[in-house]
């Protein structure tokens, strides 16, 4: 299985950064004895509400694929939300990339 990954910034400012599981078994067998997650769709849209002002909207289905104790899905659940301090370089370089040479002048 593969994690697909998919930044977009949108026209209208607003950035996506988009994430999904891709079955490519042959690619990178389970081991035995290993259960596999699959992130059916998570990610983070962004979008600029003042010069430092940013509302962060967060979005998660993973199915674990087996029996997890809650404590430990909760805690994976709050972890998650404190990656969102690491897209900052990427949403940087994203939004460089994609600026049109109109955006630039």
């Known amino acids: 299985m593969l994690l697909i990954v ?22 990178l067998p ?6 596999r997650s699959r992130v059916q769709i998570a990610g983070w849209r962004l979008e600029k509400l003042g010069e430092k002002k940013t509302k962060v909207t967060n979005l ?3 199915d674990f694929g087996g029996n997890i104790p809650s404590v430990i899905v909760n805690q994976g659940m709050k972890d998650s939300a ?15 990339e994609y600026q049109t040479d109109e955006d630039k002048q």
């Open 60 to 62: 998660a289905e993973v």
């Open 6 to 27: 998919c930044p977009r910034l949108m026209p209208n400012g607003v950035y996506y950064y988009i994430m999904y599981s891709y079955e490519k078994d042959e690619v």
């Open 82 to 96: 404190y990656i969102i301090s690491k897209l900052r370089p990427v949403v940087a370089k994203a939004t460089a």
């Open 30 to 35: 389970v081991p035995s004895g290993i259960v």
